[in-house]
């Protein structure tokens, strides 16, 4: 047993009352300011977070560089966490890892030996078979460290000395691009184009106060290292790199391949970039299966090194820009990369920048930089100066030296009064070689004497020239250009700049739907369905109790419907999206929103090259093309207005010349077409006047071939011109008593 400790003799039970919100608010900023800081923001300056930081400090320290051999990424990431990183051994290697993948990283900062993972979405294999050094990139990053280039800071057990930031000799921000999300904010920037960067940067030293727009012409827009294609205009690339919020729609690369007797095959060559081609090829199985793709017949990954996967369209008809841009709105083959520049400004501040205002912190940087390493170099040479100026006076009077050091019991005291020595020239005399007295020492110790001082004359001169300075780093981010410059393998643009094509929307639509027949059932309640096929006989179908068939008509899965009701509006549904056959269907009010006291009057499919009569109770009427009546969302549009005590009647389509109307009063007016206004909406004019009642039927027809109608016994009756002379009239008289024969229904069709 443990030995109990008792509580203090004083009674109290030494608690302290906290206020819950005020303790809770500040342990949560502490977290929050601590994983924007220290986890997900990368620093403007090196466009580095800690961990990749401490990972390149860390190769460093051991000594890994771009020419030495590799060594375990076990060893790296021990070394990490060990000394500077306290997190977990697998989220600092899958940072490793990341680092050293060339289709997530534009210019890799880490050399991989082994397995590290692949666009598949594969992971690396473990730590302890990987082996890893750093790139020539990570070397320019670190260029200049050792140099009292950047702030040190203690480790988090203040043991060893981490830097606060690189001296980033290469633009990493942008050129990598990152992602994170902190709390209550996010980063997302893609990579670019080295060469292009060094551009823009080379025109900011130039011209400070230089626009985006003016930038834009140096950096047209993210350089990813999977390719792709961006369809972006350039005012929306404009917009998004000056306000540092935005995206990019990127698409993979295709091409056709001919395979002889008309037939082809599409290519994919490059995908977008953060994309799984095993996943994304899964997803397009899955849109086979589910027969989404109709113009689309087989899919197969034939990537080997470079991504291949080839499509296989149905048939040799198929027209691959329709294929392709159906794949482009269903899959991940074209893909939206966010843009938001949101950086720790100077290390501490986060804030979302604009392109300029980045490349104008990183400049500044590396002008801070190129000051301090000069100041390093300036002190030292000057000790060198110091030591030499000693080493000569004592070569002019080694003689002196000689003797003063073999007699006197302190030589050093000596010496700095005989000569008025320092301490250190003194201590440097002392601990010469006796090799070193030869007279071929002297004139080299002059040499190097001369070459420093017109060092120390060149850097005194640059410390003391802002021109000189920015002159210098010009010249840096030139040599940074060289290496990376479109010309080499590494630094070449992969990705392509290119306008969508205008493809049709509704020919998109079609291709995304499976083309079959069914039969559209609409019943008396307004319940709607499609059954599979074209029924000639709909009347072994079944009903809910109290309702019953209303209309049956063929259509085409690939088919827009009209729904037109008594309240003069009409609704567009698609053909593919009706319930099957199976049971009842569905009430029509669930797909689109109608009002309760209307009714649907009629249903049919949409042809855009028709056009309508439509006619109210009430007997006023006008001519809508059917273009006009599509509505593309669930409220409908409005057609034609009717009264409180009228509704829309007869919708007929437009054949021939002329209209012939009858009332409920059983008379009957014919009147050419040319008479009824063409609107897209309104209330119509009148077709036929009546004392009472109101509109019983209407048909268009050509005079030529004269008016037809059917009696109840199905038997046909055919008026010509001239047997119709005295029912033709002028639209909105009264009209003729039906001529004889005509049905009872008052309709034309008995």
Known sequence: MGQIVNPPGDGGDHILPVDLKAALEERYLA???????????????????PVHRRIIHAMSEMGIRPNSAFKKCARIVGDVIGKFHPHGDQSVY?????????????????????NFGNIDGDNAAAYRYTEARMTEVAALLLEGIEQDAVDFRPTYNEEDDEPVVMPGAFPNLLANGTSGIAVGMATS????????????????????DATVEKLVEFVPGPDLPTGGIIIDGRESIIEAYKTGRGGFRVRAKWETEDLGRGGYQIVVTEIPFQVQKSRLIEKIAELLIARKLPLLEDVRDESAEDVRIVLVPKNRTVDATLLMESLFKLTELENRFPLNMNVLSMGRVP???????????????????????????????????EILGGLLVAYLNIDEVIRIIREEDEPKPVMMARWSLTDVQVEAILNMRLRALRKLEEFEIRT?????????????????????????????????????????????????FAEAPEADVEAIQQAMIEKE?????????????????????TSSLTFKEGDGPKLAFPAQTTDKLLLVTTGGKAYTLGADKLPGGRGHGEPVRIMVDMENDQDILTAFVHDPSRKLILASTAGNGFVVAESEMIANTRKGKQIMN??????????????????????????????PLVQLPEMSRGKGVRLQRYKDGGISDIKCFAMAEGLSWEDSAGRSFTRNKDELLEWLGDRATAGRAVPKGFPRSGKFVG
């Open 94 to 114: 899958d940072a490793l890892v990341r680092l050293a993948q060339d289709f997530s990283q534009r210019y890799p900062l880490v050399d991989g030996q082994g």
């Open 31 to 49: 977290y929050a300011l601590s994983t924007i800081m220290h986890r997900a923001l990368p620093d403007v300056r090196d466009g580095l977070k």
């Open 351 to 385: 804030k979302v920048m604009a392109l300029n205002e980045v490349l104008i912190e990183w400049l500044a940087h590396r002008k801070d930089v190129l000051v301090r390493r000069s100041r390093f170099r300036l002190a030292a040479i000057d000790r060198r100066l």
């Open 642 to 671: 009717v009264g409180a005590l009228e509704e829309a009647k007869l919708v007929v389509p437009v054949t021939g010349d002329h209209v012939a109307v009858v009332g409920e009063n059983r008379k009957m007016l014919v009147f």
């Open 517 to 537: 027949p069914v039969t559209v059932v609409v019943s008396q309640k307004g319940w709607i369905r499609a059954l599979k096929g074209h029924m000639s006989d």
């Open 448 to 496: 190097e004497h001369d070459n420093l001082s017109k060092e120390k004359a060149d850097i005194e001169a640059l410390l003391a020239s802002d021109e000189k300075q920015w002159q210098t780093v010009a010249w840096e981010i030139q040599e940074v250009k060289k290496k990376y410059a479109k010309a080499t393998e590494l630094g070449r643009r992969r990705t392509q």
């Open 189 to 208: 920037i893609p990579p670019h184009n080295a060469h292009e960067l060094c551009d823009a940067a080379l025109h900011l030293i130039k011209h400070p």
